[in-house]
């Protein structure tokens, strides 16, 4: 069964950090780019960030460049999200999604195979 399991969500003040996990099962890990989208209340999903897993290689939003960190564990099939000064507009549920291949320019815009169940993440002001 293919899981994709997060974590690290939660509340906290504009400046803060918190750090999202990502740990899947049931598919080879080193086969798939893995990464994050986000989707607001009245808003269309936006492409986060994503890290191949094969060759480290990544991907950031201009929204969160300079902020957010992705790496990946794979000895743990774990991915993960440094988010450093938040700001309120980062306000959304955060999805895990994995995506078969490398990393590719056009990752935001593609449909990934596999989904997490989501995680919320609240900025307050």
């Known amino acids: 069964e293919v899981q994709l399991v997060e974590s690290g969500g939660g509340l906290v003040q504009a400046g803060g950090s918190l750090r999202l996990s990502c740990a899947a099962s049931g598919f080879t890990f080193d086969d798939y780019t893995i990464g994050w989208f986000r989707q607001a209340p009245g808003k269309e999903r936006e492409g986060v960030s994503s890290?191949?897993?094969?060759?480290?290689?990544?991907y950031y939003a201009d929204s969160v460049k300079g902020r957010f960190t992705i790496s990946s564990d794979n000895a743990k099939n774990t991915v993960y999200l440094q988010m450093n000064s938040l700001k309120p507009e980062d306000t959304a549920v955060y999805y895990c999604?994995?995506?078969?291949?490398?990393?590719?320019?056009?990752?935001?815009?593609?449909?990934?195979?596999?989904w997490g169940q989501g995680t919320q993440v609240t900025v307050s002001s």
């Open positions: 999604a994995a995506v078969l291949g490398g990393l590719s320019a056009d990752w935001a815009y593609l449909s990934p195979d596999y």
């Open positions: 890290v191949s897993t094969s060759d480290g290689s990544t």
